[in-house]
């Protein structure tokens, strides 16, 4: 396998969200990204616990929080966090509330994202903003917020909104997020070029099932 497909695989959050995700396909998630040498496989919280015991420690595990739609009260996304912890991830991924946002209310989102952060238990807190539901100044604005949080990363789209990362969305993430913070582009990462422009614009992580799809179909 070519070296830059390595590094790019390096960098994919392996990804099942859909409702119907069954254990038999949690598993193969899990296989492949092992197999493939992925950053880790981000799957349902009700799949932590076997996924875990699954993997038993050869790919970092990631859930989702407050997932697809933010709007969960802060004290239910600190529970989900702790108990995803718990249960073994070794990453979350949760979802601002977007309605606070769009009434300006930064303080309320940062205080959050804060609290959340403070149930993860030291591990790895990544933030979605949905960018395709937010304008240009409130992204450049969330930007500011996560980097003040103590979250490791900014991430675009639950891929549950109706768009996913854009070029210009990850440009402008690193145009404004602080240094210590990372990028991840999530949802609509259709294959290897959009993943190399990703990268090259400043992106981290990939959260894409697509890019193993593709690297399985090269190997034919």
Request: glycine content about 10%; some cysteine; hydrophobic content about 45%.
């Amino acid at each position: 396998m070519k070296q830059e497909i390595q590094e790019i695989l390096a960098k994919v959050d392996h990804t099942l969200l859909a409702q119907n995700a069954t254990w038999s396909e949690i598993q193969a998630i899990c296989d492949d990204g092992i197999r493939y040498g992925c950053a880790s496989v981000c799957i349902p919280a009700s799949y932590v616990k076997q996924a875990a015991a699954y993997a038993a420690g050869k790919i970092a595990i990631c859930t989702v929080i407050g997932f697809p739609n933010g709007y969960s009260t802060t004290a239910v996304k600190c529970f989900e966090a702790a108990d995803a912890v718990k249960n073994g991830a070794d990453e979350i991924d949760m979802v601002i509330n977007i309605g606070w946002v769009k009434d300006g209310l930064y303080d309320q989102v940062l205080e959050e994202i804060r609290a959340v952060k403070a149930h993860c238990g030291g591990k790895l807190l990544k933030v979605i903003i949905e960018t395709c539901l937010l304008t240009d100044e409130e992204k450049i604005e969330m930007c500011r917020v996560v980097s003040e949080s103590g979250a490791e990363f900014i991430k675009t789209s639950t891929g549950f909104g109706g768009g996913g990362a854009t070029r210009e969305d990850i440009a402008l993430f690193k145009a404004h997020v602080s240094p210590h913070v990372k990028i991840k582009a999530a949802g609509g990462i259709a294959g290897l070029d959009d993943a190399r422009d990703f990268v090259a614009l400043g992106a981290d992580r990939l959260g894409t099932s697509r890019i193993v799809k593709t690297v399985k179909m090269m190997e034919k």
